[in-house]
């Protein structure tokens, strides 16, 4: 079960469609499907919305820290409303997935993610949950950098889109468990369009 839902990126219009910024898109479009409102809390460093469920309090969370500090902004919420690192689901950009493809775990490593990399310093722990939305490499380590902070081509941006709008559609496994089902859902490939039925030769004009 998931209490705390945080999406990765840097704040500022300057950053809004940039690669590095899709895990702000994701907690946008789950906002919506909650329909809740992100305003500004100054104790918590970002953006941060309540959703009362019946099960308890769900938040939201778009750290204005900017993405190396992203761990002052979820261990300050974390540790206030005593919210276990397993509670935790971030959302962030990954280099090492293309543009339509995603992955959810648990744990591991940050893979040189900044944002990563300060949430599990912040909160002394690696269990946080990870969804991981493809933006695809530019195949030069020394362009990541540029890559990250560019927005995308119009079809890998719609093709992130639908990463996130798929996965949006997991939000109630997600918040309610099982964890495994949620993943599943997250997981799993669209169907494939079906071909269209083969036209019969004309007959031939008698």
């Known amino acids: 079960m998931i209490r705390l839902l945080v999406g ?21 479009a789950a906002a919506r ?3 809740a409102r992100l305003s500004h809390d100054r104790a918590y460093h970002g953006l941060v919305a309540r959703v009362n469920r019946p099960e308890g309090p769900v938040w939201l969370l778009q750290p204005q ?21 397993s509670e935790i689901l971030v959302v962030h950009d990954e280099l090492d997935l293309l543009p339509g493809q995603m992955k959810i775990k648990q744990g591991g490593g940050v893979a ?10 912040q909160m002394g722990s690696a269990d ?3 969804l991981r939305i493809g933006i695809g490499h530019p195949g030069v380590r020394s362009e990541v950098a540029n890559w990250v902070l560019r927005k995308p081509a119009p079809e890998h941006r719609e093709a992130i889109e639908q990463c996130i709008a798929q996965s949006i559609e997991a939000l109630p496994l997600l918040l309610d468990g099982p964890m495994e089902r949620a993943m599943m859902k997250i997981h799993s490939k669209p ?16």
């Not at 219009?13 to 910024?21: A, D, M």
């Not at 820290?65 to 690192?85: C, E, H, Q, W």
């Open 33 to 35: 499907v909650l329909n």
């Open 8 to 28: 990765l990126g840097n704040p500022g219009p300057e950053y809004e469609g940039t690669r590095h910024n899709a895990g702000f898109w994701w907690v946008d």
């Open 128 to 130: 946080f949950w990870r």
């Open 191 to 206: 169907p494939r369009p079906k071909p269209p039925p083969a036209s019969r030769p004309a007959e031939e004009a008698s």
């Open 112 to 121: 040189g993610h900044n944002g990563l990399k300060d949430i599990q310093a």
């Open 65 to 85: 820290t900017y993405m190396n500090l992203s761990g002052k902004s979820v261990g300050a919420l974390a540790r206030f409303f005593k919210i276990d690192p």
